[in-house]
T-cell receptor
Framework: SQQGEEDPQALSIQEGENATMNCSYKTSINNLQWYRQNSGRGLVHLILIRSNEREKHSGRLRVTLDTSKKSSSLLITASRAADTASYFCATAPNTGGFKTIFGAGTRLFVKA | EPEVTQTPSHQVTQMGQEVILRCVPISNHLYFYWYRQILGQKVEFLVSFYNNEISEKSEIFDDQFSVERPDGSNFTLKIRSTKLEDSAMYFC???????????FGPGTRLTVT
């Protein structure tokens, strides 16, 4: 089964607009994380939200988690051209290890 | 700021050859990971390593793969006999004690011809 499925698959917005990406998952989790990947580069950790948290902020990022719906959203406010990247949600299953399962990602394009 | 480094950045090899991908995790981290990303696809977990042994591995991590921490700084992934389908970006990551926040290296692009 797929774990950590993002939607939309691709999103194109104007600079200054907000971008919202969603993630759904299937199994019980310990936490959910969001990562950014610029084209052809490594992944950069953005934010981690634990299963007992509902919302978390970091700068222009706002993450929500609804464990009853097994879903999360990442909101980037006042987007900039430099935010253009792929964004992945990643879940840590509640199985006691540190294994992290990534979704397929949302490709965000912010037009200047 | 400390970072995870990986070498080489690009490796081209012929099918059937052995390759070793190298990583230097962040120095005080205790958990080490390898992931791969086939072009255009999602990042897939391969293996996690803690206390000098594999702690978890995926079904992708078969007998052709092995990991090693030969000294206090390097963490390597060996593919014994490469196949065409092993062509991918391979990412190393590390995390600290009781931390899910993983720091990723820039990746090694492996091309098997």
């Amino acid at each position: 089964s797929q774990q950590g499925e993002e939607d939309p698959q691709a999103l194109s917005i104007q600079e200054g607009e907000n971008a919202t990406m969603n993630c759904s998952y299937k199994t019980s989790i310990n936490n959910l994380q969001w990562y950014r990947q610029n084209s052809g580069r490594g992944l950069v950790h953005l934010i981690l939200i634990r299963s007992n948290e509902r919302e978390k902020h970091s700068g222009r990022l706002r993450v929500t988690l609804d464990t009853s719906k097994k879903s999360s959203s990442l909101l980037i406010t006042a987007s900039r051209a430099a935010d253009t990247a792929s964004y992945f949600c990643a879940t840590a299953p509640n199985t006691g290890g540190f294994k992290t399962i990534f979704g397929a990602g949302t490709r965000l394009f912010v037009k200047a | 700021e400390p970072e995870v480094t990986q070498t080489p950045s690009h490796q081209v090899t012929q099918m059937g050859q052995e390759v070793i991908l190298r990583c230097v995790p962040i120095s005080n981290h205790l958990y080490f990971y390898w992931y791969r990303q086939i072009l255009g696809q999602k990042v897939e977990f391969l293996v996690s390593f803690y206390n000098n042994e594999i702690s978890e591995k995926s079904e992708i991590f078969d007998d052709q793969f092995s990991v090693e921490r030969p000294d206090g700084s390097n963490f390597t992934l060996k593919i014994r006999s490469t196949k065409l389908e092993d062509s991918a970006m391979y990412f190393c990551a590390s995390s600290g004690q009781n931390s899910y926040e993983q720091y990723f290296g820039p990746g090694t692009r492996l091309t098997v011809t």
